[in-house]
């Protein structure tokens, strides 16, 4: 199996603030995910990447960005972080047969 | 586009007290439909795989089953130790990158 590690499980900031979710894989694998999880609304895709330096949009990129710099490790970035970024965040890679693997999940609270 | 439905929301039951959870899904053509496992403020956790209609995956107290419209999870004779949010997702055949779409999940409590 994948192992997928998120750096952060808990985080609170401010509004404004840039804030860095860092997410490292332990396979060679190319292809890693972010989604955010509300309630009510299920896991959304934010971006995914297949390779170093190639990064796709997915299905609500507002707001975020991504940095693929080494295989392994994939980051999620808000620029400038508001309330209604306030969600759990989860990384995934892509196992040899198409599953995702996630990691433990990054719970961030804007105020 | 791709589509997930799970049905019920929640599901209350007692232990030892058999039942199935539905996943209903709309898609171009599947490559895989996949079921996850979530406790409280963690990560999902991948359960199953499965490919094409007719295709049956066990695991514990857990099976999976599959047709063209529509999967179910079986749970027998369930322990609190199963209760969790349930989660389904499908990919598609347009799909060239692995990018799965969830349903919202059933939420399932166990009591003893």
């Known amino acids: 199996d994948v192992k997928v590690t998120q750096s952060s499980r808990y985080l609170v900031k401010r509004t404004g603030e840039k804030v860095f979710l860092e997410c490292v894989q332990d396979m060679d694998h190319e292809n890693m995910f972010w989604y955010r999880q509300d309630p009510g609304l299920g896991l959304r895709l934010i971006y995914f990447?297949?390779?170093?330096?190639?990064?796709e949009k997915g299905d609500i990129p507002e707001g975020y960005s991504v940095s693929r710099e080494k295989k392994e490790r994939f980051s999620l970035i808000l620029e400038s972080a508001s309330t209604n970024q306030t969600s759990m965040y989860l990384c995934?890679?892509?196992?040899?047969?198409?599953?995702?693997?996630f990691g433990e999940g990054s719970r961030l609270t804007v105020l | 586009e791709d589509q997930v439905t799970q049905s019920p929301e929640a599901l209350r039951l007692q232990e030892g007290e058999s039942s199935s959870l539905n996943c209903s899904y709309t898609v171009s053509g599947l490559r895989g439909l996949f079921w996850y496992r979530q406790d409280p403020g963690k990560g999902p956790e991948f359960l199953f795989t499965l490919y094409s209609a007719g295709e049956e995956k066990e695991k514990e107290r857990l099976k999976a089953t599959l047709t063209k419209k529509e999967s179910f999870l079986h749970i027998t004779a369930p322990k609190p130790e199963d209760s969790a949010t349930y989660l389904c997702a499908v990919r598609g055949t347009t799909d060239s990158w692995g990018k799965l779409q969830f349903g919202a999940g059933t939420q399932v409590v166990v009591t003893p």
């Open positions: 995934a890679g892509r196992g040899p047969t198409g599953e995702l693997f």
């Open positions: 990447s297949y390779d170093v330096k190639m990064k």
